[in-house]
């Protein structure tokens, strides 16, 4: 079975740009939730989606969005970035989320912003 | 708020001296814990989740409400258990909250 695919892995952009990262979850996994890894914050909570929909979302500003399409594949979006929007984004899947806690975590996209 | 505290940073052991990673919570609820490991080049998996009550690669865990703590414990340890451990607590929803996160303690097995 093929482990969750995130893509790009690595990127750069300059601030005021805007950014999509693509998350692929293990088949037939429906949820799918984003993390923002940081030195200083370590792991934190972004959003969740489950059949399309956006069931949970952490304490993150509004440029930070995402989507799931009908094939469970997930896109997050960063627009007007901020130097410290630079870290390592984590996506992963679970069968249904929840709190069941089992976790399945991509490679993750590392982003640099200049 | 809930909230998830992993004092030690870096912990280092000897290989066979017994190991244990401290977790501390806060949380109003009923909670939900896990331990979560990342290997040298490997992705975040889950270790172990304090539901099961089952012991993974020698390493256990209790959920001890009264402390509020829910530390990882091994006898011996091993090179290869050195990693990051991650613990991690389920939030308040019935089904769709994030997991909150502790910063990490790397564990360093020495020879």
């Known amino acids: 079975k093929a482990g969750v695919t995130q893509t790009p892995r690595y990127l750069i952009k300059t601030r005021g740009q805007q950014v999509t990262l693509s998350c692929s979850p293990i088949s037939g996994h429906r949820s799918v939730s984003w993390y923002q890894q940081t030195p200083g914050q370590g792991l934190q909570f972004l959003f969740e989606?489950?059949?399309?929909?956006?069931?949970n979302k952490g304490n993150f500003p509004g440029r930070f969005s995402g989507r799931q399409f009908s094939n469970s594949r997930s896109e997050m979006n960063v627009s007007t970035l901020e130097l410290g929007d630079s870290a390592l984004y984590l996506c992963a899947s679970s069968l249904a989320g929840g709190r069941t806690g089992e976790l399945f975590f991509g490679e993750g996209s590392r982003l640099t912003v200049l | 708020a809930q909230r998830v505290t992993q004092p030690e940073k870096l912990l280092s052991v000897f290989k066979g001296a017994p190991v244990e990673l401290k977790c501390n919570y806060s949380y109003s609820g009923s909670p939900e814990l896990f331990w979560y490991v990342q290997y040298s080049r490997q992705r975040l998996q889950l270790l172990l989740r304090?539901?099961s009550r089952e012991s993974i690669k020698g390493f256990t865990a209790d959920l001890n409400k009264g402390e509020t703590s829910f530390h990882l414990k091994k006898p011996f340890a091993q090179e290869e258990d050195s990693a990051m451990y991650y613990c991690?607590?389920?939030?308040?929803?019935?089904?769709?909250?994030?997991?909150?996160f502790g910063k990490g303690t790397h564990l360093i097995i020495q020879p």
């Open positions: 991690a607590l389920s939030g308040p929803g019935g089904g769709a909250d994030g997991l909150t």
């Open positions: 989606y489950f059949s399309e929909t956006q069931r």
């Open positions: 304090h539901i």
